[in-house]
């Protein structure tokens, strides 16, 4: 690319915010009547895409419940927020926290997978407010550590 068109080309992303990092976790419900719903199909597709489009981030899946961290370029993110809402395969997605950041957290990772082993349940549960593992009734401070310690085991 000549110099003019990298200029130019940087100055199209500074108006559409692609210079902003956004960092938006949420939480959601998996769908077990979907047939095409498999999790290992869902990663697949979410690390394929995000590696184009600039996306890295973390998935929890939990007891049927789906706990996500998503880092990009503001634009791109909302652009995903909106798929994964007419997404089948899960449902009553609630975001839990959304904000600029200078860095990203996950910057390794296309879609890092946390599924906590059976002897690591008991881990989602020091972090739940009840005695069933239930991230609807979790803060977003619960949330975000339980991603953060399964992601450092
Ligand atoms: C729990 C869950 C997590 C997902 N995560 C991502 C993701 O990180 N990136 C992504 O592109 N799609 C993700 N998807 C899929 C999107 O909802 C959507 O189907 C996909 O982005 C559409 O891709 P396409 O426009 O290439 O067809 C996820 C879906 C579910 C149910």
């Not at 996306?55 to 961290?69: P, R």
């Not at 959304?98 to 549960?125: D, F, N, T």
């Not at 803060?139 to 550590?145: E, G, R, Y």
Request: hydrophobic share 35%.
């Amino acid at each position: 690319m000549k110099t003019v068109d990298i200029v130019e080309s940087n100055r199209l992303k500074m108006r559409h915010g692609e210079h902003i990092i956004l960092r938006l976790t949420y939480i959601s419900r998996y769908n077990n009547d979907n047939l095409n719903g498999e999790v290992t199909r869902i990663l697949e597709q979410a690390q394929q895409n995000n590696e184009r489009n600039g996306i890295t981030g973390a998935l929890v899946f939990n007891h049927n419940y789906f706990l996500q961290s998503i880092e990009g370029a503001r634009p791109v993110i909302n652009g995903l927020v909106r798929k994964l809402v007419k997404d089948e395969r899960h449902h009553s997605l609630q975001v839990i926290e959304c904000r600029e950041v200078e860095q990203r957290h996950w910057s390794k990772w296309s879609m890092k997978y946390l599924i906590p082993s059976e002897e690591k349940k008991g881990l989602a549960l020091k972090f739940s407010t009840g005695s069933e593992f239930n991230p609807y009734l979790m803060s977003t401070n619960q949330i975000t550590m339980l991603i953060d310690t399964l992601s450092e085991l």
